[in-house]
Nanobody
């Protein structure tokens, strides 16, 4: 079992764009869904966007129309294109993968280590 690995965070000015990537690796049997969550100090982790293996997407109201989640099932990878970024989007962004590894029974949530996104005003 290997935790997903995120990349693509950084510092950007308000109105700018960033693209996050997350790859799940290892002997994966099947992926139910992958997604992005974010957390700021003192607050609970919140959903940003998710995508199922059937490409059904779900977004937080605060990012609808600005963020786009997409996935590559062959690579077990999910992307988050973030446009028109606002200072309030600043957070640590975590990748989540709901998947089953070979030789293990059942599906389980796996979390990445997080990547910092900072939007300056």
């Amino acid at each position: 079992q290997v935790h997903p690995v995120e990349s693509g965070g950084g510092l950007v000015r308000a109105g700018g764009s960033l693209r996050l990537s997350c790859a799940a690796s290892g002997s994966i049997f099947s992926v139910n869904a992958m997604g992005w969550y974010r957390q700021t100090p003192g607050k609970q982790r919140e959903l940003v966007a998710t995508i199922t293996s059937g490409t059904r997407t779900n977004y937080a109201d605060s990012v609808k129309g600005r963020f786009t989640i997409s996935g590559d099932n062959d690579k077990n990878t999910v992307y988050l294109q973030m446009n028109s970024l606002k200072p309030e989007d600043s957070a640590v962004y975590y990748c989540n993968a709901d998947l089953r590894y070979k030789f293990f029974t059942g599906y389980k949530d796996y979390w990445g280590q997080g990547t910092q996104v900072t939007v300056s005003s």
